[in-house]
C-alpha cells in the first residue's frame, strides 16, 4: 500500500489517465537494474526514482570525472576520483527515501551478468560500448528478462524495449562484440541528447512497468539531434541471431 507521503509525492502521476493507483502500486514494486551510470543513467536513475520506481540496482564499475559533467548532472566536481554507482545511489536516497537502492561497483561481463540481472522486472542499458551492450542483451534473452536499450554519441541517440525476441543482437548484429569499438569518449556527445535518450527510455520504462498504454516492444526510436526529429523503426527478428535465433539455445526454465 502506498503511505499518505507517497500519495502526496505522486500526486500529480496517480491522477494521470492509464496509471492511477494501480500503477503507481506497480512501479512501487518494481525492481529495476540500471546498468551504466553515465549520461543515460544520469537521466534515468533521476526519473524512475522520483517516479516512485521500488527498487534500483546501480551497476557502474568507473569513476566520476570532470569530463563526464557537461552529460552526468547527477555529480558535481568534488565527487571526482568518486565511484559512480555509490555516488548515484546516495543521489537517489536524497531523492526519495520510499527507494531502495544499491549500488554495484563491478563490470558487466558474460561471466557475472546473469547472476548481477537476475530477479530483476526490468534492465535499463544506458552504457557507451557495443561489448557491453550486447552482453547485457544476450544475458537478458537468455533469462527472459526485459530490455531497454539506449544509447547516444555525438547529435544521434538511439532507444529499445526489447522482451525476447527480435533482440538488440538482431538490430546490431555480431560485429560490435569487440571491446574496441567506437564509444563516446572517441565520438564525443552532445549533453542535452544524452538526457532526452535516457527520459524517453525512462518514459518507456515507466509505461512498461505501471502497464499504462500500449508499449510496443522489438521498436527502436531514432532521434536525431541536429534534424530536430524522432522515428521508430520496427526490428525484425533474425533467423539466425545466436542470442535469440531459432539455432541458439533455448533459455533456462
Not at 502521476?13 to 549520461?39: D, E, F, S
Not at 555516488?87 to 563491478?106: C, D, K, S, T, Y
Given at each position: ?11 500529480r ?20 537494474a ?9 537521466a534515468?536513475?533521476?526519473a ?6 521500488g ?45 531502495e537502492?544499491a ?20 534492465v ?5 560500448n ?10 537478458c ?54 538526457g532526452l ?24 526510436h ?25 539455432t541458439?539455445?533455448?533459455p533456462?526454465s
Amino acid at each position: 500500500m502506498l503511505s499518505d507521503e507517497e500519495l502526496t509525492r505522486y500526486a500529480r502521476q496517480i491522477v494521470l489517465p492509464h496509471l492511477g493507483g494501480p500503477g503507481q502500486q506497480r512501479l512501487k514494486t518494481a525492481k529495476v537494474a540500471v546498468v551504466g551510470a553515465g549520461g543515460i543513467g544520469a537521466a534515468v536513475i533521476p526519473a524512475l526514482a522520483g517516479a516512485g520506481v521500488g527498487r534500483l540496482n546501480i551497476i557502474d564499475p568507473d569513476t566520476a570525472d570532470l569530463s563526464n559533467l557537461h552529460r552526468q548532472p547527477i555529480y558535481r566536481s568534488r565527487d571526482a576520483g568518486e565511484p559512480k554507482a555509490a555516488l548515484a545511489a546516495q543521489f537517489v536516497r536524497r531523492l526519495n527515501p520510499f527507494v531502495e537502492v544499491a549500488g554495484v561497483e563491478q563490470a558487466i561481463t558474460g561471466d557475472n551478468a546473469a547472476a548481477i540481472l537476475s530477479g530483476h522486472d526490468l534492465v535499463i542499458d544506458g552504457t557507451d560500448n557495443f561489448a557491453t551492450r550486447l552482453t547485457v542483451s544476450d544475458a537478458c534473452v537468455a533469462s527472459g528478462l526485459p530490455l531497454l536499450s539506449a544509447a547516444a554519441a555525438q547529435w544521434q541517440g538511439q532507444v529499445g524495449l526489447f522482451t525476447g525476441r527480435p533482440c538488440y543482437r538482431c538490430f546490431v548484429g555480431d560485429a560490435f562484440d569487440a571491446d574496441d569499438c567506437d564509444n563516446c569518449a572517441e565520438l564525443g556527445v552532445t549533453g542535452a541528447l544524452t538526457g532526452l535518450a535516457g527520459n524517453l527510455a525512462t518514459l518507456l520504462a515507466l509505461r512498461f512497468l505501471a502497464q499504462a498504454g500500449d508499449v510496443k516492444t522489438g521498436t527502436v526510436h531514432l532521434i536525431d539531434g541536429l534534424g530536430l526529429t524522432q522515428r521508430p523503426i520496427r526490428i525484425v527478428a533474425d533467423p539466425g541471431c545466436r542470442a535469440c535465433g531459432a539455432t541458439s539455445s533455448p533459455p533456462p526454465s
